[in-house]
Nanobody, 119 residues
Framework: QVQLVESGGGTVEPGGSLRLSCTTSGIIFSIYAMAWYRQAPGKQRELVAAIPTDHNPKYADAVTGRFTISRDNAKNTMWLQMSSLKPEDTAIYYC?????????????WGQGTQVNVSS
């Protein structure tokens, strides 16, 4: 059974930092592309950052320069270091993993962790 467990969310003042973690079990972590998505109230879920198996990260324009995504395949864990947080970063953050070997597709989501940025 595949499980994704996120942690690290919370409430922080503007300009503050948080570090989200996503630990996975039940899959061969190293072959999965990993990503963080977020969904703010009343808005669609959006991609925040992605780190494929080649470890070449990609970021949404809104977080470039402020967020850093990383992964450790030996620990089956991915992180999102968030700095210089803004109120508009408030959302539920979801861990996502994806593996597409040809015609098949394997995709899993975490339960989400709430991030609130407010003074």
């Amino acid at each position: 059974q595949v499980q994704l467990v996120e942690s690290g969310g919370g409430t922080v003042e503007p300009g503050g930092s948080l570090r989200l973690s996503c630990t996975t079990s039940g899959i061969i972590f190293s072959i999965y592309a990993m990503a963080w998505y977020r969904q703010a109230p009343g808005k669609q879920r959006e991609l925040v950052a992605a780190i494929p198996t080649d470890h070449n990260p990609k970021y949404a324009d809104a977080v470039t320069g402020r967020f850093t995504i990383s992964r450790d395949n030996a620990k089956n864990t991915m992180w999102l270091q968030m700095s210089s947080l803004k109120p508009e970063d408030t959302a539920i953050y979801y861990c996502h993993e994806n593996y597409v070997p040809g015609d098949e597709a394997y995709e899993y989501w975490g339960q989400g962790t709430q991030v609130n940025v407010s003074s």
